[in-house]
């Protein structure tokens, strides 16, 4: 059964930035695109960007183009995104997901196995 688990979520002034990781097992790790979603209060989970099985393809919501930053460390099994120029509206809850593909998509329902979710919340 494959398990992943969010980390690095926190409370950040607007400005700042954190760096999530999403530690993965009970797969072959490389073979597979991730996702990185996001859920505020009282609206649906959204796309935040994406990454391909081998790091060489990535996507982007336009709500973070130029800010955040998704990775991947294959032999670490982890996948990081790294989130600049933090803003109020970026609150939400983060999840990581795996796709049973190499190939990234943006749609939530074309991934099949998710994280617990980390808190992160930029005060103003």
């Known amino acids: 059964q494959v398990q992943l688990v969010e980390s690095g979520g926190g409370l950040v002034q607007a400005g700042g930035s954190l760096r999530l990781s999403c530690a993965a097992s009970?797969?072959?790790?490389?073979?597979?695109?991730m996702g990185w979603f996001r859920q505020a209060a009282g609206k649906e989970r959204e796309i935040v960007a994406a990454i391909s099985g081998s790091g060489d393809i990535t996507y982007y919501a336009d709500s973070v183009k130029g800010r955040f930053t998704i990775s991947r460390d294959n032999a670490k099994n982890t996948v990081y995104l790294q989130m600049n120029s933090l803003k109020p509206e970026d609150t939400a809850v983060y999840y990581c997901a795996i796709r049973n593909s190499r190939f990234l998509n943006r749609l939530r329902s074309e991934y099949d196995y998710w994280g617990q979710g980390t808190q992160v919340t930029v005060s103003s």
């Open positions: 009970g797969r072959t790790f490389s073979s597979y695109a």
